[in-house]
């Protein structure tokens, strides 16, 4: 999943940070020998908005990873509908088994459409299949934000 230099990149932060994304998972492939099975998904993802409708609370449990070798997570967002190669992303690194619910509070700005997506990675850099379709959309408010 190698970013597409001919789209237009309207932030320069953006296309270097998808970059940086793009190197990493490239590295890990290719010290990852012949492990081209990617993980499980994660399951039970929600976003809830905050009471303010700023911060929204994105949460996850950890799919089962029987090959014991989960690498993290990559929390996709947008205003648009979620893309993995154009969307925002942040990486959370896996904790381990004995972790079992993820959260991750982020500010986004108020008006607009949100877009919240989560996929998993395991240490080889294979992601899971998940459908960009099934993203959430518009985070509900915790107390009718």
Not at 38 to 56: E, H, I, R
């Amino acid at each position: 999943m190698l970013a597409d230099p001919s789209l237009p990149v309207t932030d320069p932060n953006r296309h270097y940070r998808r970059r940086l994304f793009d190197a990493d998972v490239i590295l890990r492939n290719q010290s990852a020998g012949d492990d081209k099975t990617p993980p499980s998904c994660p399951t039970n993802v929600k976003a809830v908005a905050g009471a303010d409708c700023k911060l929204v609370t994105v949460t996850w449990d950890r799919p089962a990873d029987p090959y014991n070798d989960l690498g993290g997570y990559y929390i996709y967002y947008d205003q648009n509908p979620i893309n993995p190669v154009s969307s925002e992303l942040i990486n959370i690194v896996d904790e381990g088994p004995g972790k079992i619910s993820y959260k991750y509070d982020m500010s986004v700005p108020v008006t607009g459409t949100w877009n919240f997506a989560v996929n998993s990675y395991d240490k080889a850099g294979n992601l899971c299949d998940f459908d960009p379709k099934t993203a959430i959309r518009d985070p509900v408010p915790a107390n009718g934000g």
